[in-house]
Structure formats: C-alpha cells, structure tokens
T-cell receptor, first 116, second 110 residues
Framework: GAVVSQHPSRVICKSGTSVKIECRSL??????MFWYRQFPKQSLMLMAT?????????EQGVEKDKFLINHASLTLSTLTVTSAHPEDSSFYIC????????????FGSGTRLTVV | SQQGEEDPQALSIQEGENATMNCSYK?????LQWYRQNSGRGLVHLIL?????REKHSGRLRVTLDTSKKSSSLLITASRAADTASYFC??????????FGTGTRLKVLA
C-alpha cells in the first residue's frame, strides 16, 4: 500500500531557530500533499495544500512567511517553521493520496515539534 | 468554521462491547472518511464512504452515512483493548481538502 514517510518524528529547537520537516511519498507520486497541525487532544487543522511545482495554498489564518512549504518533486514536500516560538510547538502531520487509488489519504507518522 | 463535530468526545467501554461514534458536518460532501489515531502517532485510514453510499463494512467496522442529516456513524463491534485510540471523521466537499471532525477518544477497558 501507499506509504508516506515523515521526518523527523520529534524535534526540539530553540526559540528563533528554523525547523524543516520532510514528507515523502515512498512508493507513489503525489502532485498534492497536505499539511496539518494538531494541538494536544484536539483535531487536525489543515494548514496548507502543497502543490508540486507551484506555490502552496494556505488556509485562512496561517502565516505564509512563518510556515514555508516547498514541493519540489512529485515525492517530496517540506514544511519549514521559521523563527520558531513556543506557541509553534505542536504535532505536524502531512498526507498525500496516490493518484487513482481512491482509497483515502495516507498520512505520515507526524512530527512532534517542541520549541524551548 | 467548517470543522465537523463528533460525539461523544470521549467514550469508555468494556472489552467485547460495541462502540458507536457519530460525526456531523455542515456542507455537502463528496465523501467522508474515518481515521484512527493512536496517542501521539499519525493517522490510519479506516473507511471511505462516498456520498451515494449509505453503509460500508470492513471487518469489525461499520460506517453509515445519512446525507440528509449530514451525519455519519462509526460502529466498532466486539471492541478490544487495542481499539483504544482517537477516531476522526474527515469530509471532502469536492476540493480534496479534508476537514476533520473534533474526534472521539475511545478507551476500551480490558
């Protein structure tokens, strides 16, 4: 089945630094990937839609300059949290759907970001 | 907000019992999916049900969809301790942007 790999699974960084999270579709191509954010015991909130070869589409209220998304190939999307602050600490998850599979989206295992 | 709502927010049952979770949403949809999330982990896709379907089964899972009421239910029969997780519904209104419900935290006691 389709596999989405997300790396790193956990990261701790200092305030003011930037963190890059990678999302890879391992055995399929994904022209579109999605990035979600999840606070403890809450649901997933869609942050942005990552489009291969073009700019990402951000949801209302999500700062484009803070959450940089790059989808440079059909198998890789990256989310960079710039100038991270403690309030950015969260669980970030990406997802992608294999074209033509129609069986739902495959999610990465998530990245737990802690900003200290 | 378009976010769906699920109830109950939390459910605690004994092993062997059935667990029912409900999801309500606000706009017309193309399909609805149910996912499971173990604590601190990624999501696992359970079932996708399309807007023209009323019921689907997968093993011990049964999903119903009532588009007139904009609601769906997930039934887990003969629950096991390993079913302990959070369960989310997610809806697609045709844009391929899935909107997640608030989730139900299920605890199955051995």
């Amino acid at each position: 089945g389709a596999v989405v790999s997300q790396h790193p699974s956990r990261v701790i960084c200092k305030s003011g630094t930037s963190v890059k999270i990678e999302c890879r579709s391992l055995d399929f191509q994904a022209t579109t990937m999605f990035w979600y954010r999840q606070f403890p015991k809450q649901s997933l909130m869609l942050m942005a839609t990552s489009n291969e070869g073009s700019k990402a589409t951000y949801e209302q209220g999500v700062e484009k300059d803070k959450f940089l998304i790059n989808h440079a190939s059909l198998t890789l999307s990256t989310l960079t949290v710039t100038s991270a602050h403690p309030e950015d600490s969260s669980f970030y998850i990406c997802s992608a759907e294999e074209q033509g599979r129609g069986g739902g989206y495959t999610f990465g295992s998530g990245t737990r970001l802690t900003v200290v | 907000s378009q976010q769906g709502e699920e109830d109950p927010q939390a459910l605690s049952i004994q092993e062997g019992e059935n667990a029912t979770m409900n999801c309500s949403y606000k706009t017309s949809i193309n399909n609805l999916q149910w996912y499971r999330q173990n604590s601190g982990r990624g999501l696992v896709h359970l079932i996708l049900i399309r807007s023209n379907e009323r019921e689907k089964h997968s093993g011990r899972l049964r999903v119903t969809l009532d588009t007139s009421k904009k609601s769906s239910s997930l039934l887990i029969t003969a629950s096991r301790a390993a079913d302990t997780a959070s369960y989310f519904c997610a809806t697609d209104s045709g844009t391929y942007k899935y909107i997640f419900g608030t989730g139900t935290r299920l605890k199955v006691l051995a």
